[in-house]
C-alpha cells in the first residue's frame, strides 16, 4: 500500500518558515509511520542560481534597513498578492512547480511562506485538482497568505484566526493549532543531565539566540560579559560565522564559563540546560521557548511580524522586552536564586499547559489526509 504524501513548501527568508516545514514533517513521522512528508524550500530548488541570490538581498536589508523591511510589510499588510504578481512568481521561479507536483503526486500541499501558498493556490485555480494547507508561522496574518484556494489554515492563535475571517476567510477553513515544532520540543529533559552531556558547569545558565542568520547588538553582548563570573553564557550564532569569528577574537568571551556555537541541532535540550532565552522574536523560536516554559527577553524585533509576535509573548506572559541593561540585570540576578527561577519555569510550563499543544498542528494535517 502507498504511504500518503505530504509535500511541504517554504521559503528561506528567514529560517523560521522552512523549520517549521521541518518540523511538521518530523511529527507527522512521529504520529504515523504511514506519512511521507518532503520539504522544499521551492524558489532555490528550482533556480538554483537567482533564488539564494534574492534570499541573500534580503538578508542584507533585514540587517541593514529593518525599517524598510517593516514599511513594505505595512504598505500591503491587508492585500493579497495579486493576481499579476502571482502570474510573475510563476514566470520567475515556478514553470516547472506543476511539473513537480505531478512527479511527487501529494496527498496534500503544506505551505509555510506565502509565496508558495500564492503560485501553488493560482495553479489550482487554473485546473490541477490540489488540497492545500497552509501554516501562518507566525502570531500574525500578513493578507499576502489569503488564497480562496486554500483548503484549511492552520494558525497560532484566536487573534489571526480573527485577522482571516476579517479577509474574507470562512471561519471553518481556520483551525487554531498553534505553530509546529520539532518533536524534540515536546517534552523536557533533565537540565543537569544536559548540562553534563555538553560539558557545561552548574552555574544560573543564559542562552543567547541571534536567529538563524545570527543577529545579535553589540552593546548588549558585552554587558552581558560582565555576568561571566557567575552567570553561564552560551552564545547560538546559528550560519553567521563572520559574527561567530568576531566574537571568538574579542578577549571577553575567552572565559570558561562563555560559549559561542555556530549552527546546531541541539537548541531543544540546550534550552532545557539554560534558565533564560534571550532572542529574535521570530515565532518559531518563540514557540519553541514557550514549549520549553522558559523566560525570554526580546532584543530588536524586526518592524512587522517580529514586533506581533513580540507583543503576543509579552502580553502573554511568556516574556520580556529587553530594551535596557536593567533588564539584563533583574533576570541575570533571579535566575542565581534557584527557588525563583524555578517557580518561573513552573508558572510557564502550566501556562503554556493551557495554551498550546505541541502535536496539535500534526494532528490537523493528519486529519486532513482522511
Not at 522544499?40 to 529593518?66: D, M
Not at 539566540?209 to 545570527?214: A, I, R, V
Not at 530594551?323 to 524555578?342: C, H, M, N, R, Y
Amino acid at each position: 500500500m502507498r504511504k500518503k504524501r505530504v509535500l511541504l513548501l517554504s521559503e528561506g527568508f528567514g529560517s523560521g518558515h522552512t523549520q517549521a516545514a521541518y518540523a511538521l514533517a518530523a511529527g507527522l513521522r512521529q504520529l504515523d509511520h504511514g506519512i511521507q512528508p518532503k520539504v522544499i524550500e521551492l524558489g532555490s530548488f528550482l533556480n538554483p542560481i537567482l533564488g539564494p541570490l534574492i534570499i541573500s538581498a534580503y538578508r542584507k536589508t533585514v540587517s541593514k534597513q529593518p525599517k524598510m523591511v517593516g514599511l513594505m510589510y505595512r504598505s500591503n499588510y491587508k492585500k493579497s498578492l495579486n493576481r499579476l504578481a502571482q502570474l510573475a512568481l510563476h514566470r520567475m521561479f515556478y514553470t516547472h512547480t506543476t511539473q513537480v507536483i505531478t512527479q511527487l503526486k501529494p496527498d496534500l500541499i503544506v505551505c509555510t511562506h506565502p509565496v508558495p501558498n500564492a503560485v501553488v493556490s493560482r495553479i489550482k485555480r487554473l485546473g490541477l485538482d490540489l488540497k492545500i494547507c497552509t501554516v501562518i508561522t507566525d502570531y500574525d496574518a500578513h493578507g499576502s497568505w489569503v488564497n480562496q484556494q486554500v483548503n484549511k489554515y492552520l494558525v497560532s492563535t484566536s487573534l489571526v484566526k480573527k485577522k482571516l475571517t476579517d479577509r474574507g476567510v470562512e471561519a471553518d477553513r481556520v483551525e487554531i493549532t498553534g505553530i509546529p515544532v520539532h518533536p524534540n520540543f515536546w517534552t523536557s529533559y533533565d537540565k543537569e543531565e544536559v548540562r553534563s552531556q555538553f560539558g557545561l558547569k552548574s552555574l544560573p545558565t543564559v542562552l543567547i539566540m541571534g536567529g538563524g542568520w545570527g543577529l545579535i547588538e553589540d552593546e548588549l553582548l558585552e554587558y552581558m560579559t560582565k555576568w561571566r563570573e557567575s552567570v553561564q553564557l552560551i552564545f547560538c550564532i546559528g550560519n553567521n560565522e563572520k559574527v561567530r569569528e568576531k566574537m571568538m577574537a574579542v578577549p571577553q568571551f575567552q572565559h570558561p564559563n562563555i560559549r559561542v556555537l555556530g549552527f546546531t541541532k541541539e537548541i531543544s535540550k540546550l534550552m532545557d540546560a539554560a534558565d533564560v532565552l534571550v532572542t529574535k522574536p521570530g515565532g518559531m523560536t518563540c514557540t519553541e521557548g514557550m514549549s520549553k516554559g522558559i523566560p525570554m527577553l526580546f532584543y530588536q524585533p524586526i518592524p512587522g511580524q517580529e514586533e506581533e509576535n513580540c507583543e503576543y509573548f509579552i502580553q502573554n506572559g511568556f516574556g520580556e522586552m529587553l530594551d535596557s541593561t536593567d533588564v539584563i540585570s533583574k533576570w541575570f540576578t533571579i535566575i542565581q536564586e534557584p527557588l525563583a527561577a524555578g517557580k518561573y519555569r513552573s508558572e510557564l510550563l502550566s501556562k503554556r499547559n493551557q495554551q498550546y499543544e505541541p502535536t496539535s498542528c500534526p494532528n490537523a494535517v493528519l486529519q486532513l489526509m482522511q
